[in-house]
Every structure is written in structure tokens, then in C-alpha cells.
């Protein structure tokens, strides 16, 4: 019996271990601590942020943009329907309504045609969700923000090294977040990351993320703040990847290419990178013909020992958000036909080459 290849699996083979064994040693475990700072510092220095704000995980951070921004009741955030469940609950908390728009047919992003029409008086932000690492169009979101007087958010939780004429994503916006979660390009186990070129607003993040407490002054806090901070445990993980991150990345993208390439012939289509871009390739994926094959795909693939994963389901079908009639013909085509093939940088030529074979033989 040949092992599970799984669809994912971090590799902390670096100096996870070393470092979380200092944490360990000399009892730095809460979120003060050397790995804290120098992890926000080298997040920021290879994400090209100015401020980089550590957090519990990718959604608080979500929370947090949303929570600076002084996004609110009343206010409406555009975000696409085709994304984690994430995205749309952040708005959420925040009491804001999520209006979903539809993505391109072949990049998977937002697509920026279709925003004009649903704006409102109360439209306050736009949220971009570089989906699966492929990087949304920047350039026009920024355009038709600033036209509208909104606020732009990027969820870059998937697209860590993903780049738009060599500028990395999360530079484009007010506000970006990131997250470590155990499959994600860079991993802390759980973890996140809130940037912005804005000084005013990385003071603003770090308040509300530290229980709201006042500078320079004992217990004294003078708004409602949160506990969403890091451990330093988490960020001595953190560390230990992002000195590993590039081999991460091109392996992922040495995956992505050889993927297309022994897949070409096949009944399968792949997510169509734009010019100009740098693909993240956080999840390489394939969309078969109809969602029946899809789905007789992954049984097969399950049988030979290979684990996969639908793409996101529309948030706009589930029941807390379930909008009426509100159609969304590519993200529902889309969704239904996609899946995930395992990833991740640790991955053999066997294993890829098992994984290949496996999909050849289903429509052989
Ligand atoms: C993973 C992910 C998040 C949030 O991640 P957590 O760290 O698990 O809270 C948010 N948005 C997207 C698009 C993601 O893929």
C-alpha cells in the first residue's frame, strides 16, 4: 500500500525547531519576545510593506483592517463570492454587509467591470482577495477607489510572493492582511499579519490588537481593544520559514509549470495567469469539464492514495449569507468544476509523478 500523498503539509524542516526551543529555554512563550519583533521586521522588509503587525491568525486580521478603517453598521464592503468563508465573516463582525461580486472567467480574481453597478451611497471599501495566489488587478481597483472614495483592502492570505509588475501584493491598498494558518506558503501553525504604508493606521492596528491599551501608561486602556496577538512560539516559526521562503516559492512554481505541462492534453483547464504578473501559486489547481467529472476525478484520486480539495464553495450560497436571487454565473461554474492538487514544496518527483500518472490513468 502506497502512503497518502496529502494536499498539503508544511515543511518545518529548517530552524523551526532551534528557535522554538529558545522561546522554550528562556521562557519567552506569550507574545513579547525577540521572534515577535524580528518576524514583523522581515515580513515587512520581503513583503515590501512600510509596517508590518503580527496577529493571532488571517481572519483577526481581516477584523483588525476592517475595525481601523472604521468600517461599520451601515456601511456596505464589495467582496467577491469566491473566496474563504473568512473574508465575508470579518465584514460581518464588524456589522458592515458584504456585496458580492462576480470574478473573470480566467484569472479567478474580482472581476473590475462588474463593480460600477453596485455601488451605493453607504459603499465603503473593496475588499481583493488575490484568490489561490494569482493577483487581482491592482491597478484598476486602486483607480476605481480612489475615483469613489473607498477604502481598499487586499486579503493577500493566498498570494504571500505573489507580485504585479515586481510589486509585491499588499502594497497596493490601505490596508493588507496575511495568513500563517498550517497550509499557507509561509506557516506559524496559526498566525497572521495586518500591513500598511500608513503610520497613523499601523498605530491604530497595534491599539486594537493590544486590548486597546494606552501608551506609556499601566492597565489604562481608552477604547475597547482585543487580544490578537502572537505568540512568540508562533513567530519563531515564522522566522524560521521566511528564511526558507524562496525556495517555498519556486519550488511551488516548479510544481505549477510541470503540473500544465504533463496536463495539457487533458480535459482539464488551469487558472490563466495575466501579463505582468508573478504568480503566488499557493494551491495549484484544475478545473475538469463538468462538475460530474470533478467530482469522479477526486473519487479516483482518493482511491489511489492522493488527497485533494474542492475549490471554495460561493459564500453567497450559505445560509448566513444566502442573498436571494443574486446570481453569480462564474463563480458558481467555476467553484463546482475546480480542485486542489497537493502543493507543497516538500513534494518528490515520485509523488508528483504519482499524482500525474493517477489523473492520465481517469481519463485514460
Ligand atoms: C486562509 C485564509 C484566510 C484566513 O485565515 P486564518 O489564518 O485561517 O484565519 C483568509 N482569507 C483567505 C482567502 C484565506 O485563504
Same mark, same amino acid.
Given at each position: 500500500?502506497?502512503?497518502?500523498?496529502?494536499?498539503?503539509?508544511?515543511?518545518?524542516?529548517?530552524?523551526?525547531?532551534?528557535?522554538?526551543?529558545?522561546?522554550?529555554?528562556?521562557?519567552?512563550?506569550?507574545?513579547?519576545?525577540?521572534?515577535?519583533?524580528?518576524?514583523?521586521?522581515?515580513?515587512?522588509?520581503?513583503?515590501?510593506?512600510?509596517?508590518?503587525?503580527?496577529?493571532?491568525?488571517?481572519?483577526? &486580521?481581516?477584523?483588525?483592517?476592517?475595525?481601523?478603517?472604521?468600517?461599520? !453598521?451601515?456601511?456596505?464592503?464589495?467582496?467577491?463570492?469566491?473566496?474563504?468563508?473568512?473574508?465575508?465573516?470579518?465584514?460581518?463582525?464588524?456589522?458592515?454587509?458584504?456585496?458580492?461580486?462576480?470574478?473573470?472567467?480566467?484569472?479567478?480574481?474580482?472581476?473590475?467591470?462588474?463593480?460600477? !453597478?453596485?455601488? /451605493?451611497?453607504?459603499?465603503?471599501?473593496?475588499?481583493?482577495?488575490?484568490?489561490?495566489?494569482?493577483?487581482?488587478?491592482?491597478?484598476?481597483?486602486?483607480?476605481?477607489?480612489?475615483?469613489?472614495?473607498?477604502?481598499?483592502?487586499?486579503?493577500?492570505?493566498?498570494?504571500?510572493?505573489?507580485?504585479?509588475?515586481?510589486?509585491?501584493?499588499? /502594497?497596493?491598498?490601505?490596508?493588507?492582511?496575511?495568513?500563517?494558518?498550517?497550509?499557507?506558503?509561509?506557516?506559524?501553525?496559526?498566525?497572521?499579519?495586518?500591513? /500598511?504604508?500608513?503610520?497613523?493606521?499601523?498605530?491604530?492596528?497595534?491599539?486594537?490588537?493590544?486590548?486597546?491599551?494606552?501608551?506609556?501608561?499601566?492597565?489604562?486602556?481608552?477604547?475597547?481593544?482585543?487580544?490578537?496577538?502572537?505568540?512568540?512560539?508562533?513567530?519563531?516559526?515564522?522566522?524560521?520559514?521566511?528564511?526558507?521562503?524562496?525556495?517555498?516559492?519556486?519550488?511551488?512554481?516548479?510544481?505549477?509549470?510541470?503540473?500544465?505541462?504533463?496536463?495539457?492534453?487533458?480535459?482539464?483547464?488551469?487558472?490563466?495567469?495575466?501579463?505582468?504578473?508573478?504568480?503566488?501559486?499557493? +494551491?495549484?489547481?484544475?478545473?475538469?469539464?463538468?462538475?460530474?467529472?470533478?467530482?469522479?476525478?477526486?473519487?479516483?484520486?482518493?482511491?489511489?492514495?492522493?488527497?485533494?480539495?474542492?475549490?471554495?464553495?460561493?459564500?453567497?450560497?450559505?445560509?448566513?449569507? &444566502?442573498?436571494?436571487?443574486?446570481?453569480?454565473?462564474?463563480?458558481?461554474?467555476?467553484?463546482?468544476?475546480?480542485?486542489?492538487?497537493?502543493?507543497?514544496?516538500?513534494?518528490?518527483?515520485? +509523488?508528483?509523478?504519482?499524482?500525474?500518472?493517477?489523473?492520465?490513468?481517469?481519463?485514460?
Amino acid at each position: 500500500m502506497q502512503s497518502m500523498i496529502p494536499v498539503y503539509q508544511p515543511d518545518l524542516s529548517g530552524n523551526e525547531k532551534k528557535y522554538v526551543n529558545e522561546c522554550l529555554d528562556t521562557s519567552w512563550i506569550s507574545s513579547k519576545g525577540r521572534f515577535v519583533t524580528e518576524f514583523e521586521q522581515c515580513f515587512s522588509h520581503f513583503t515590501q510593506s512600510k509596517y508590518a503587525i503580527s496577529v493571532a491568525n488571517g481572519t483577526v &486580521a481581516l477584523h483588525l483592517a476592517l475595525l481601523a478603517l472604521g468600517v461599520g !453598521p451601515g456601511d456596505e464592503v464589495i467582496v467577491p463570492s469566491f473566496t474563504y468563508i473568512a473574508s465575508v465573516n470579518a465584514i460581518q463582525y464588524v456589522g458592515a454587509t458584504p456585496v458580492f461580486v462576480d470574478i473573470e472567467a480566467g484569472s479567478w480574481q474580482i472581476d473590475v467591470e462588474l463593480l460600477a !453597478p453596485l455601488l /451605493t451611497k453607504n459603499t465603503r471599501a473593496i475588499m481583493a482577495v488575490h484568490m489561490y495566489g494569482h493577483p487581482c488587478d491592482m491597478v484598476l481597483l486602486q483607480q476605481f477607489a480612489r475615483q469613489n472614495k473607498l477604502f481598499l483592502i487586499e486579503d493577500c492570505a493566498e498570494a504571500f510572493g505573489a507580485y504585479l509588475a515586481g510589486q509585491h501584493v499588499g /502594497t497596493f491598498s490601505d490596508i493588507a492582511t496575511y495568513s500563517f494558518f498550517g497550509n499557507k506558503t509561509v506557516t506559524t501553525g496559526e498566525g497572521g499579519m495586518v500591513v /500598511t504604508q500608513q503610520p497613523e493606521l499601523e498605530k491604530k492596528i497595534r491599539h486594537l490588537k493590544g486590548q486597546g491599551l494606552m501608551a506609556g501608561r499601566e492597565y489604562w486602556h481608552d477604547i475597547v481593544g482585543y487580544n490578537y496577538r502572537m505568540t512568540n512560539i508562533c513567530a519563531a516559526i515564522g522566522l524560521a520559514q521566511l528564511e526558507r521562503a524562496e525556495m517555498f516559492l519556486s519550488r511551488k512554481a516548479d510544481l505549477a509549470l510541470y503540473y500544465q505541462k504533463q496536463l495539457a492534453d487533458l480535459p482539464l483547464s488551469f487558472q490563466q495567469v495575466k501579463p505582468n504578473v508573478t504568480h503566488s501559486w499557493w +494551491m495549484f489547481s484544475v478545473l475538469a469539464d463538468t462538475p460530474e467529472q470533478r467530482d469522479d476525478l477526486r473519487h479516483h484520486l482518493t482511491i489511489e492514495g492522493i488527497e485533494t480539495r474542492p475549490l471554495f464553495n460561493p459564500v453567497h450560497k450559505m445560509p448566513m449569507y &444566502a442573498a436571494g436571487e443574486l446570481e453569480l454565473p462564474v463563480t458558481d461554474n467555476i467553484s463546482c468544476r475546480g480542485m486542489n492538487l497537493p502543493s507543497w514544496p516538500g513534494m518528490s518527483e515520485s +509523488m508528483l509523478m504519482r499524482v500525474i500518472d493517477a489523473i492520465r490513468n481517469f481519463y485514460l
